[in-house]
């Protein structure tokens, strides 16, 4: 009886991972709605305790197809739910992953797609946190990086095109930026406030430049591609 249990379970394994496979070969080729099928059979072959991993990599697997569609709110659903398998390990041991750095970065790019800056910006600050805890490899931590910078300077883009009516409610918002080490936000965020002078007080536009060329800056800025997403 047991071993015909253990064998059973042997086999969901290996289906499961096979559907994550074929999902993960879907959402390469830009095909997410297919992949988020293949994802979510493997969550269901892949729910027992002894595969927390793969049901993890599954759900952010299936979060990254869903973000591929356009369902952002589904796939911040399901990369919430790999972060908490990850941090499951944490709470059993004390072990930190790279992953849960990896997945609280995904959080936080989402919520830049939603257009949520307080959610963002505390994801980006739990990032911080974890990939400081999980002590990643110096190309991890590289990759990481990169991604937060861009993070950043996305996060400007929505401080650039933001209405007056919003940004009367961002005032105290620089000082955060500032202790959070989020500069290009900071700088979007402070123009988009009128603050040129400060900017040039701090020498962020440089003396020489002129309002018109700093604010064809601020528009070549806001115009980047990242902006359509």
């Not at 096979?18 to 493997?42: C, D, H, S, W």
């Not at 941090?87 to 790019?109: E, V, Y």
Request: proline content about 2%; overall charge negative.
């Amino acid at each position: 009886e047991a071993a015909s249990i253990a064998q059973e379970r042997l086999s969901q394994q290996e289906a499961g991972r096979m559907f994550l496979a074929r999902g993960t070969q879907k959402l390469r080729a830009n095909r997410p709605y297919e992949a988020i099928v293949y994802f979510g059979r493997a969550q269901q072959s892949l729910a027992m305790r002894e595969s927390r991993w793969e049901i993890s990599e599954s759900l952010f697997m299936c979060g990254s197809a869903y973000e591929a569609g356009g369902l952002f709110w589904a796939a911040r659903a399901n990369v919430l739910g790999s972060l908490n398998q990850i941090l499951g390990d944490h709470r059993d041991s004390g072990f930190i992953a790279p992953q849960a750095a990896t997945c609280a970065q995904k959080l936080a790019w989402i919520e830049i797609e939603l257009g949520r800056v307080a959610c963002a910006i505390s994801w980006m600050e739990l990032a911080d946190l974890l990939a400081g805890a999980a002590k990643l490899t110096d190309k991890a931590l590289n990759t990481f990086t990169e991604g937060r910078w861009n993070q950043d300077a996305v996060l400007g883009i929505l401080f650039l095109r933001a209405k007056q009516e919003d940004l009367r409610y961002l005032q105290y918002l620089p000082d955060v930026l500032e202790r959070l080490g989020l500069d290009l936000s900071r700088m979007a965020l402070l123009y988009a406030l009128g603050y040129e002078d400060k900017l040039r007080s701090e020498g962020l536009i440089p003396e020489g430049e002129t309002s018109e060329q700093a604010r064809e800056l601020f528009i070549d800025w806001f115009k980047q591609p990242a902006a359509a997403e």
